[in-house]
């Protein structure tokens, strides 16, 4: 029985590897998603050592002067979504959330098909200059990318599916977006309207990948009540987001969740990788699925919104999202 107080810990080794015991670990996810759609996942096969240096150079790139951190705004990502953006300068829920963070994602050069096409959040990223920041967090996407693979395999048998369900239909070529967020200790200066770290949301795609270092604050929004999701040493924190809640007719839930601000004294880490369907995909419900409702909840989510009745292409509930969060940047690109 899963405890509806504590996230489960689920190893993964066997279903990145591949190995029989894999619909195992598959049904734990099962259970985990089902009850508050969150776990921790362990055995999952990226570098320790590489995790280290990229929180390492984050907090080189987030040390510099803000001036400096200006330099690789968002607002010259253009399109593509990428850069920095400075403390307070992202809204949730219309306030704005105490962190500052680099936006990143697939790297496309601006010769790409997509690019060239001037399609939305895809592009060239915005690299600090900052030595060995570059190609630490292209390791790092590329390794975490590959356990979004896995771990969407797990989903799929998880549902009774074939494995290679969601790659089949969905993320052959998933949208990966990714960031690194630093929550300064900084007090709130008198007059602002802030309140959390980040302010009670749901991710909009498939399944986010988080890791977050030992600071701690991040806590989910269960049927029973606010849990806290502190730091697993070495686990990462995975969440499903609105696509699997819509894909799986309400069976899967995508959680709210929110970050305390925080107070500890020292900067808080973490770097959400967002494993998402392709831009182009249009997104439907998974048919024959037992306990499936697609019922309304949109009067008691945190954006009114009711995601079984969407239809379209991701990139569309993408885009109507993000130009919520980042409300100055929409008129200028896009
Ligand atoms: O920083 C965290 O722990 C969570 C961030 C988050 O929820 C998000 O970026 O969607
Ligand atoms: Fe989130």
């Not at 790092?140 to 799929?156: D, F, K, N, P, S």
């Amino acid at each position: 029985m899963t405890d509806p107080q504590t996230l489960p810990v689920i190893d993964v080794a066997p279903l990145v590897a591949g190995a029989p015991g894999r619909e195992g670990v598959a049904a734990q996810i099962g259970a985990a998603c089902r009850a508050h759609g969150f776990f921790y996942a362990t055995g999952h096969g990226v570098d320790a050592a590489l995790v280290r240096r990229l929180e390492e150079l984050s907090h080189r790139f987030f040390e510099l002067p803000e001036e400096t951190k200006m330099q690789w705004r968002m607002a010259l990502g253009g399109r593509a979504w990428r850069g920095y953006f400075p403390l307070g300068g992202e809204l949730t829920s219309g306030r704005p959330d105490w962190k500052e963070g680099l936006y990143l994602g697939t790297e496309l050069p601006t010769s790409h098909p997509l690019v060239q096409a001037k399609t939305p959040v895809h592009g060239p990223n915005l690299f600090p200059d900052v030595p060995g920041l570059r190609e630490t967090i292209l390791a790092y996407m590329a390794a975490v990318t590959q356990l979004g693979h896995r771990l969407m395999e797990g989903i799929a048998l998880s549902l009774g599916l074939p494995a290679a369900y969601f790659a089949e239909r969905y993320t052959a070529d998933p949208l990966i977006l990714f960031r690194l967020f630093n929550y300064p200790s900084q007090p709130v200066p008198e007059g602002l309207d802030v309140q959390w770290g980040v302010g009670e949301h749901t991710d909009y795609g498939l399944l986010t990948i988080l890791h977050q270092d030992d600071v701690g604050g991040l806590a989910v929004h269960t049927p029973g009540g606010w849990i806290d999701a502190p730091p697993v040493p070495g686990a990462f924190v995975c969440n499903i987001g609105d696509m699997l809640d819509r894909m799986t007719g309400g069976l899967y839930k995508s959680t709210p969740h929110r970050v305390k601000r925080n107070t500890s004294g020292r900067d808080r880490l973490s770097f959400p990788l967002f494993f998402d369907p392709n831009f182009e995909a249009r997104v439907q419900r998974i048919e024959g699925l037992a306990g499936a409702e697609a019922r309304d909840d949109s009067a008691g989510r945190w954006d009114r919104a009711n995601v079984h009745a969407f239809s379209g292409r991701y990139g569309d509930y993408l885009l109507a999202k993000v130009s919520k969060v980042f409300p100055q940047l929409r008129d200028e690109v896009l």
